[in-house]
């Protein structure tokens, strides 16, 4: 029986092992409430629509900042996989960092303050979760047992306390709730003021509506799987990005034991997006997903897929075979899901890769401003 790993927060800020994934269409004014704990880290900016627009970065942040004529520049014909004009275009962070754990976040999120009234720090709190381990094939009722103050409870196995490796870590938001447009449409002034001091593994076989807003996972273990879709502009659907991405996530992290956490951190999220906008962009979703996700639900995949990528290729195939029907768009996704992974391998050679050609590859990727 391992013994019981008690967790406290990271001392220092791990800038070797994390990158900060911004998305944005509007303005970064809001890093400077986050400078406290974001300075030390490097950001990677995509930013999204007009490439000419001049989106300025608050001073002392080290950072790359991509926007569509980088990522067509670097990424050439599989460019096309990118969205362009939707929040997805944020997977592009995750392909060209180099760092472990990735931490992304919206530009219309900021700092919470926990019931004490001390600011949270997002990036410790979700580097907690992700270095401790999950427990997907047993609950444990009293939450996170790894926590300070927390533990396995009666009854619990002995032979599962040891956990999995945590690949996924779920943030949640006070203020603007994540909520889909219908709900927004009926409940419009309704803010969430629930602070709830858990985290807990989604059990395994349980699916879950990832939010991107406030999201963190483990590169090596499943960035393949982090890919954010083909939507807006040209598409004919939007906001349902970080949905597939973790529909996508949580079914491979299920095949190869990696455990998906939820709850803490909060942020504070600022901007409720327009309703009438956001069913324009997501109501096709609203009824796909009755049909994909029993679909997910009920999926075994391979055993021969040992690896984030090649389960990916192989989800990918299943969904251009068993979903097509639903609309033409689910055969360009999944050939998007494809050339995502050709591009994703361009930049994260497989083991197995020879050296010689992978790093000539990994090296042709200028960033376009850093400081
Ligand atoms: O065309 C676009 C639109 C937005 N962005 C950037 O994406 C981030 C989210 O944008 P926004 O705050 O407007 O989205 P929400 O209505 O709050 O909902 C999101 O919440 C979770 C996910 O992030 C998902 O994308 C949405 O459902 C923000 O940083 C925008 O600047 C963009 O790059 N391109
Ligand atoms: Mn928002």
Redesign the pocket.
Known sequence: MAPKQVNSFPSVPLKDELDIV?????SLDFLEVWRPFFEPYHLIIVQ??DPTKVIKVPDGFDYDLYNRNDINRILGPKASCISF?????RCFGFLVSKKKYIYTV???CFVAKDPNGKDINTVEQHLLNLKTPSTPFFFNTLYDPYREGADFVRGYPFSLREGVPTAVSHGLWLNIP?YDAPTQLVKPLERNTRYVDAVMTIPKGAFYPM???NLAFDRELIGPAMYFGLM?DGQPIS?Y??MLAGWCSKLICDHLNLGVKTGLPYLW?S?A?NPFV?LKKEYKGLFWQEEIIPFFQTLTLPKECDTAAKCYVELAKLIKEKLNHIDPYIVRLADAMITWIDAWEDFNPPAEAVPAVANAKKDAVPPKKSK
Request: glycine fraction near 14%.
């Open positions: 911004i998305p944005t269409i509007r999204d629509g004009k939707d929040g997805g275009c919206d530009d219309d994540d939010c991107a807003m807006g906001r990005d970080d999220h901007k997006s956001n």
